[in-house]
């Protein structure tokens, strides 16, 4: 479990917790960057221990610190507890570190706000994220960004597909019937000659030639 603690004097704290012992802590989050919530929130729900394990601000003594606020009734607040957002509980720090972000700080990666999703994620995969040098947060982003790249690309070359599989330049017959032979054709012809409606992109290394003639063949068929 992890609890946001802000405190009388405007302190922000972020505490890990389990069976009642603390675990780590990290204090002067209200000095962090405003909206920062919304770019480690992730990372905090799947592991906390590995999310902060790069933070600056870590607590020599945090259960000593959770002990002394947890003493002073009046003098802190509970303000987010494992993802669960306490607004009306918020002072001045508190409402600027959990601030849902709008025309500030990195863009979305579509380029416009995105909805908000719950990962799960399996043992292994982790403990996977939790051993990348850029940490949790971070390497999901990245994974994201990868997919979404992989996705245009897999769109363009279903239009070259498409392109090459409707072109009025060959018929089958011309191919004595040999899909297999028209498709190679094609999309070597493709390779070899400039075409401004489908240039040959730098990332099509990244896929095997034959891949490309297989689908265009299955087109044709």
Same mark, same amino acid.
């Given at each position: 479990?992890?609890?946001?603690?802000?405190?009388?004097?405007?302190?922000?704290y972020?505490?890990?917790?389990e069976?009642g012992?603390?675990?780590?802590?990290?204090?002067?989050?209200?000095?962090?960057?405003?909206?920062?919530?919304?770019s480690?929130?992730?990372g905090?729900?799947?592991?906390?221990?590995?999310?902060?394990?790069?933070?600056?601000?870590h607590?020599?003594?945090?259960?000593?610190?959770?002990?002394?606020?947890?003493?002073?009734?009046?003098?802190?607040?509970?303000v987010?507890?494992?993802g669960?957002?306490?607004?009306?509980?918020?002072?001045?720090?508190?409402?600027?570190?959990?601030?849902?972000?709008?025309?500030?700080?990195?863009?979305?990666?579509?380029?416009?706000?995105?909805?908000l999703v719950?990962?799960?994620?399996?043992?292994?995969?982790?403990?996977w994220?939790?051993n990348?040098?850029?940490?949790?947060?971070?390497?999901?982003?990245?994974?994201?960004?990868?997919?979404?790249?992989?996705?245009?690309?897999?769109?363009? @070359?279903?239009?070259?597909?498409?392109?090459?599989?409707?072109?009025?330049?060959a018929?089958?017959?011309?191919?004595?019937?040999?899909?297999?032979?028209m498709?190679?054709? @094609?999309?070597?012809?493709?390779?070899?000659?400039?075409?401004?409606?489908?240039?040959?992109?730098?990332?099509?290394?990244?896929?095997?030639l034959?891949?490309l003639?297989?689908?265009?063949?299955?087109?044709?068929?």
């Amino acid at each position: 479990m992890y609890q946001y603690l802000e405190d009388n004097g405007g302190g922000l704290y972020l505490f890990v917790v389990e069976d009642g012992q603390v675990l780590a802590g990290i204090g002067d989050l209200e000095y962090a960057e405003r909206g920062e919530w919304w770019s480690i929130r992730e990372g905090l729900g799947t592991d906390p221990m590995a999310e902060i394990d790069g933070w600056d601000g870590h607590l020599d003594d945090p259960q000593d610190v959770y002990d002394t606020l947890k003493q002073q009734p009046l003098g802190y607040r509970v303000v987010c507890e494992d993802g669960e957002v306490y607004p009306d509980d918020m002072g001045k720090a508190a409402s600027l570190y959990f601030e849902e972000p709008r025309d500030r700080g990195r863009p979305p990666i579509h380029g416009e706000p995105m909805k908000l999703v719950s990962v799960h994620l399996k043992q292994d995969q982790i403990d996977w994220l939790k051993n990348q040098e850029d940490g949790m947060s971070e390497t999901i982003r990245s994974l994201v960004e990868s997919k979404i790249d992989r996705d245009e690309q897999m769109k363009y @070359l279903w239009n070259v597909v498409y392109y090459l599989s409707s072109t009025g330049d060959a018929t089958l017959e011309d191919y004595d019937g040999d899909v297999d032979y028209m498709a190679q054709d @094609l999309v070597r012809h493709w390779y070899t000659n400039e075409d401004p409606e489908h240039p040959i992109p730098s990332w099509i290394d990244n896929y095997d030639l034959d891949w490309l003639i297989d689908r265009v063949a299955k087109a044709l068929a």
